[in-house]
T-cell receptor, first 111, second 110 residues
Framework: DTAVSQTPKYLVTQMGNDKSIKCEQN?????MYWYKQDSKKFLKIMFS???????INETVPNRFSPKSPDKAHLNLHINSLELGDSAVYFC??????????FGPGTRLTVT | QKEVEQNSGPLSVPEGAIASLNCTYS??????FFWYRQYSGKSPELIMS????GDKEDGRFTAQLNKASQYVSLLIRDSQPSDSATYLC??????????FGKGTRLHILP
């Protein structure tokens, strides 16, 4: 049973479109995260949610909006996609900001 | 100074030898330190965490922390080809901000 799951695994879309990536964790963790890993493999945190509250927003464009319907889910919605948004997006979860468990990633390609 | 620095590599180590991976960080108030392994095309996987000065051993892996020098390292004993991956150092700062280094590519030579 997968601990942190993401859908879709691959996402190819055109500039200007709006898309969402879903994430679910069944570990009972209280904090979930979204990361972006660019072509140079640099992993950078975008958001984290703790008990349904946004607690970190790492100056990402406001075209990106996290949505957390409950503690086990943190979805990422992206408006007006740009070429530079192409990357692998990882969801992760942790308990009390310590060890993080990552989902399999969503490879987003914007054409 | 970058917040978390790692040598990008690649670091080539013969099979059976000890691989030594290093990481330095800039926030002296950081309290939590982690090593993640990432195989190509896969997600990062936690392999070690360390919170206090000294060594922490888990199987073939040993994490070492020196807060005075703002330095954390990972030793892999008896290196195997399956250890070939990118190793990411992660640090949680005093403001609960997690920062990853850019990773060190490790290549174990059969």
């Amino acid at each position: 049973d997968t601990a942190v799951s993401q859908t879709p695994k691959y996402l190819v879309t055109q500039m200007g479109n709006d898309k969402s990536i879903k994430c679910e964790q069944n570990l009972g963790h209280d904090t979930m995260y979204w990361y972006k890993q660019d072509s140079k493999k640099f992993l950078k945190i975008m958001f984290s949610y703790n008990n349904k509250e946004l607690i970190i927003n790492e100056t990402v464009p406001n075209r990106f909006s996290p949505k957390s319907p409950d503690k086990a889910h943190l979805n990422l919605h992206i408006n007006s996609l740009e070429l530079g948004d192409s990357a692998v997006y990882f969801c992760a979860s942790s308990q009390d900001f310590v060890e993080q468990y990552f989902g399999p990633g969503t490879r987003l390609t914007v054409t | 100074q970058k917040e978390v620095e790692q040598n990008s590599g690649p670091l080539s180590v013969p099979e059976g030898a000890i691989a030594s991976l290093n990481c330095t960080y800039s926030d002296r108030g950081s309290q939590s330190f982690f090593w993640y392994r990432q195989y190509s095309g896969k997600s990062p996987e936690l392999i070690m965490s360390i919170y206090s000065n000294g060594d922490k051993e888990d199987g073939r892996f040993t994490a070492q922390l020196n807060k005075a020098s703002q330095y954390v390292s990972l030793l892999i004993r008896d290196s195997q080809p399956s250890d070939s991956a990118t190793y990411l150092c992660a640090v949680i700062s005093r403001r609960d901000k997690i920062i990853f280094g850019k990773g060190t590519r490790l290549h174990i030579l059969p």
